[in-house]
C-alpha cells in the first residue's frame, strides 16, 4: 500500500473510530470492528481501490460480517453509509 493511500485510510479510520465512540459504542466492539476494517481496506487498498473506495467497501463488509457486533454493526452502517 502507498504512503498516501495508508494515510488517506488511516485518516478515515480515525474519523470512524471518534464518530462512533461520540455515540456511545463500547470501546472493545469497536477494536474488534476496527481490525477487521483495516484487514478488509488494506486488502482492497493493495488490489488498486483508493482510500476513499477501500474504506466504504470495507465498511460493508464489515456491517454484514457475523464476526462484529450486532448492534454496533447495525449502528455504525446506517450512520456512516446511510
Known amino acids: 500500500m502507498s504512503m498516501d493511500a ?11 473510530r471518534a464518530y462512533v465512540l ?3 459504542a463500547v470501546e472493545t466492539s469497536i477494536a474488534v470492528v476496527e481490525g477487521q476494517l483495516r484487514d478488509h481496506a488494506a486488502r482492497l487498498s ?7 473506495e ?6 460493508r463488509r464489515v456491517a454484514v ?3 462484529a457486533s450486532p448492534q454496533l454493526r447495525s449502528d455504525v452502517h446506517r450512520r456512516v453509509v446511510d
Open 6 to 16: 495508508q494515510e488517506g485510510l488511516e485518516s478515515r479510520i480515525e474519523r470512524w
Open 22 to 24: 461520540a455515540h456511545d
Open 46 to 52: 493493495e488490489a488498486g481501490l483508493d482510500a476513499e
Open 54 to 59: 477501500a474504506f466504504l467497501v470495507a465498511l
Open 65 to 67: 460480517s457475523d464476526e
